[in-house]
């Protein structure tokens, strides 16, 4: 899994390649927790190069979805 940062006026972007599964998804769930850390509320999720998301992985992308509406913020797939 590469995750690339790419900061835009009113959000960050994650472009992500590979695999989202058991494997990867703690460093995704740590590369979104950055993100917010540094005042990032909109984030959009870029999954073109990814081939397969598991289970675990949609369970951390709605864990950051819900903790993200809960401060008027956004999660992008």
Known sequence: MHISHHPHVD?????????????WAEHVSD???TAV?????RIVLNFAG???I???GIGV???HYQRLKT?????TV
Not at 11 to 23: I, M, N, P
Not at 37 to 41: D, K, L, N
């Open 11 to 23: 959000s960050v972007e994650l472009k992500l390649t590979g695999r989202l599964d058991a494997t």
């Open 31 to 33: 590369s979104i927790e």
């Open 37 to 41: 850390r540094t005042g990032a509320h």
């Open 50 to 52: 990814v081939s397969y």
């Open 54 to 56: 598991s289970s675990l």
């Open 61 to 63: 992308l709605m864990k």
């Open 71 to 75: 401060v008027n913020g956004s999660l």
